[in-house]
């Protein structure tokens, strides 16, 4: 075995071979169970090449990443045509089973063509022989729920006839596993479940095989491939351990939270506020607009709320700025241009986030005079303009084009200018455009493929700006509104930021209950009550934390009294959501210094929090309604319990205790709610009883201090 051409880390070995059922392994260490990847298959000029290596060698030295991981790159040329080129590259951290690799084709001479003679994309990522392997596990991050109007993470068995009729599923993770083992390979791209651009297939002839292949926008007809404009894959995952699913869902949340990303600030378990959900109260209770708290004023009292619950990042949501594109602070509501309220949130020590519509860009800004030709288009016509949050009417603009350039270099002169260190980017949906100027497929393509390549790029490109955004500032953080249909939501964006995952919910036609669309004041959103309901909806969403850190789902928890309510927010919030928002300014004193009680609490344990994985019982809504999230390596942490059912509306109330026994060993180090009891046992483990007379919540946190 060449040595040159293997790499790896203290857990597997990765040889490279360039064979034709061979181009690389990965063997766990030290058991030596491999699996192999057969090598990417592209259409090139009606004829499709199958990536068989020659004269395979390195690429200039490993580089070492900012997050950590080292980059491996090696090139070999096609056995069949030596004038195609095949570049490998790999992407290793210390300690974790998961390697990113991602392929990038090249031909020298004469430039080649990828083709769809059969009508649609033939491209194969990869696939693998998996003998020995009973079960596959699709893990889909993007099913577009109704009912809670919001993402979920679902795991759906691949079935027996599945594998019979060979059919596509979504994943972008799929785990195949035994008795022994559990391997995952995932693509890091992004799309609505039922919307596929990469799919897996699986066949079960003489032994269970994988692959991993292009279904729609992966690239145009006759798109060219030369020496210089190559084509790129996606970036793709593999990983395996020893043990069974659950043993590898943890190994993997480690690697989505220590390694996938070189943004360490996206990963950092800041407690957010945004303004959004005043603005909107006080436009659907006060009969207000959504601007009129957006003053000089009004801001500054929030800030001085928000400090004294403890939060760490205030954000100013919609109609901060005079138009969209140009994004100036407004000075009519800000005459010093945010100066002041930036010099609060630095005494406070405190960051700075503002909202953004990254496609709009007003029609009498500059940025519209300078990029007037990336304006989206749809078979030549192009979309009205329209008003964007009470403020200038704008056009959309397509980011797959010289705008989205021009857009993140906007969003870099801001954090440089007015010290903004978190950008909400919203209302970016992944369909739109099919203009043939743009950089998503040009003349020769049909308009149909055109509109299908924006979308499929458009995941890329919103990756592509943040991680610009974060180089050139490092403590930025970049959060994608993913809290409508249609949007992209899957790992590929995760390499760069995080995703704002729900808004209100759903709103009542979601339920099918009339809608008053004569009151201009009509409320359509369901779960925008002070109470225990909205919490129970959002809590819903942790169903992710056991494949993706939750940190990465940003939602929101209202800090309204009484005391119950502040409980449960505070408790669902603590289990990594991390945000806040609501009317600051009328939570009572007492309730605001309980917030940052527990708040203060949290913040000794957030990283141990954040780290850890989550055991659970019951589901959002249910009673018993509890999740224990103690870093094994150290104790520390938190459980929390939820009380949910006391007959309302009715409202007869009766006692309900919740017991439970910590599955690892915890700090003995308490603080708790005064509904809750803790002893320990013999081994260390904490045994809670908890009381309730209502709906409410119980917090026990381990290895904390008031002092």
Request: hydrophobic share 40%; glycine share 8%; net charge negative.
């Amino acid at each position: 075995m060449n040595e040159a051409l293997a790499i790896g880390n203290d857990v597997y070995r990765i040889d490279i071979l360039g064979q034709k059922d061979a181009l690389w392994t990965y063997r766990l260490k030290p058991s030596g169970e491999a699996y192999t990847v057969q090598p990417p298959a592209f259409e090139l000029d009606g004829r499709v090449y199958a990536a068989e290596l020659a004269g395979i060698r390195g690429t200039g030295q490993p580089e070492r990443l900012r997050g950590g991981g080292t980059e491996y790159r090696f090139r070999g040329d096609f056995s069949g045509d030596d004038r195609l080129m095949l570049e490998m590259i790999f992407r290793i951290s210390d300690g974790s089973p998961v390697v990113r690799f991602a392929y990038q084709l090249y031909a020298r001479g004469e430039e080649r063509f990828l083709t769809k003679n059969g009508g649609t994309d033939n491209l194969v990522y990869a696939r693998l022989e998996l003998n020995g392997y009973e079960r596959l596990l699709e893990v889909q991050l993007s099913d577009f729920n109704e009912l809670t109007h919001h993402y979920r993470l679902t795991e759906n068995p691949v079935t027996g006839e599945q594998l019979d009729h060979e059919l596509v599923f979504a994943g972008p993770l799929t785990v195949a596993s035994n008795d022994r083992y559990a391997m995952l390979l995932a693509y890091e791209h992004g799309s609505p479940s039922t919307d596929l651009y990469i799919g897996f297939q699986a066949e079960h002839a003489q032994s269970l095989a994988l692959s991993m292949k292009a279904v729609k926008g992966n690239y145009c007809h006759m798109e060219r491939v030369d020496a210089d404009v190559g084509y790129r894959s996606v970036w793709m995952q593999l990983g395996a351990v020893q043990g069974d699913t659950s043993s590898l869902a943890e190994a993997y949340r480690t690697f989505v939270l220590r390694h996938m990303s070189e943004n360490a600030a996206s990963r950092t378990p800041y407690i957010f506020y945004n303004t959004w959900n005043f603005q909107e109260r006080n436009r659907y209770w006060n009969k207000k607009r959504y601007l009129d708290s957006m003053n000089l004023t009004h801001i500054l009292n929030e800030i001085d709320a928000a400090h004294r619950m403890g939060i760490d990042v205030y954000v100013i949501d919609t109609g901060w700025f005079v138009k969209t594109g140009d994004w100036s602070v407004s000075p009519e509501r800000f005459p010093d241009g945010l100066a002041r309220i930036k010099e609060k949130l630095d005494g406070y020590g405190m960051k700075l986030g503002l909202w953004f519509d990254p496609k709009a860009v007003a029609l009498s800004s500059e940025a519209y005079k300078a990029h007037e030709s990336c304006v989206v288009s749809w078979n030549g016509v192009r979309e009205k303009p329209h008003p964007i949050w009470e403020t200038e009417e704008s056009v959309r603009m397509c980011l797959v084009s010289p705008y989205g350039e021009a857009f993140a270099e906007k969003l870099i002169e801001l954090a440089k200018r007015l010290g903004v260190v978190y950008f909400k980017w919203d209302a970016i949906s992944q369909y739109g455009c099919n203009d043939p100027h743009h950089d998503h497929g040009g003349e020769m393509a049909s308009p149909e493929e055109r509109g299908e390549r924006f979308s499929f790029l458009l995941s890329l490109k919103l990756v592509e700006i943040a991680r610009k955004v974060s180089e050139a500032i490092p403590e930025a953080i970049v959060d994608f509104d993913v809290t409508e249909d249609y949007r992209c939501v899957g790992l590929s964006f995760l390499e760069a930021g995080k995703y704002f995952l729900i808004n209100n919910g759903p709103y009542f036609p979601n339920f099918d209950i009339p809608a008053d669309v004569s009151d201009e004041f009509y409320n359509y959103n369901v779960f925008f009550q002070p109470g225990p309901a909205r919490s129970m909806l959002c809590r819903s969403a942790y169903a992710y934390d056991k494949w993706i850190p939750s940190i990465l789902f940003l939602t929101h928890y209202f800090p309204d009294d009484p005391a119950p309510n502040r409980n449960i927010s505070i408790a669902s919030l603590i289990l990594g959501h991390n945000g806040i928002w609501g009317d600051l300014l009328r939570v009572s004193e007492e309730g605001a210094d309980r917030i940052r009680q527990l708040l203060l609490l949290y913040k000794q344990v957030r990283e141990d929090i954040t780290a850890s994985y989550p055991v659970t019982r019951g589901e959002a809504g249910s009673n018993p309604e509890i999740y224990e999230k103690i870093n094994a390596a150290n104790g520390r942490g938190a459980v929390v319990l939820f009380a949910n059912s006391f007959g309302l509306p009715f409202d007869r109330p009766r006692p309900v205790r919740h017991t439970y026994i910590t599955s690892r060993q915890a700090d003995p180090l308490v603080w708790h709610t005064d509904n809750a009891k803790v002893v320990f046992d013999s081994i260390g483990r904490a045994v809670i009883e908890a009381s309730f007379d209502r709906a409410d919540a119980a917090i026990v946190y381990f290895g904390v201090s008031e002092n």
